[in-house]
């Protein structure tokens, strides 16, 4: 169940400020407060999901296609599109530590080695 209170959606509502990288009527993409690498955005989408399969399965398929648009989007604006990894953590387990989905974009060079 989606809980309104959580960092991402006090984000969206304006309640928590962000360093902003990218933002449309869908999605915000934002720098991560305790960035793992160079370069460290999430990019969230505008609605209530908690993580990958609540988003795909009932996000409409605009939300979804405009998404996905946003996250190269951002990719493009930060001139990474030779040099980032995506990152979605699906649960506790997997390293979710706020449920609302949201996608990593990272980047610096010890990652260049690794594709």
């Excluded at 309104?4 to 400020?17: H, Q, S």
């Excluded at 962000?18 to 955005?41: C, E, G, I, Q, W």
């Excluded at 398929?61 to 980032?84: C, H, M, P, Y």
Aim: charged share 25%; glycine share 6%; aromatic share 12%.
């Amino acid at each position: 169940m989606y809980n309104k209170d959580n960092v991402f959606a006090k984000i969206l509502r304006g309640e928590i400020p962000n360093k902003t990288v990218y933002s449309d009527d869908n999605v915000l993409a934002f720098y991560d407060v305790a960035p793992r690498a160079r370069v460290h955005v999430l990019v969230i989408p505008r609605g209530e999901y908690t993580d990958i399969f609540d988003f795909t399965q009932n996000a409409p398929e605009s939300l979804q296609i405009a998404f996905w648009a946003g996250v190269r989007n951002t990719v493009e604006k930060l001139g990474l599109r030779d040099n980032f990894r995506t990152v979605a953590n699906t649960g506790r387990g997997a390293g979710q530590s706020v449920m609302h989905f949201h996608v990593h974009i990272m980047s610096d060079e010890r990652f260049k080695e690794d594709f």
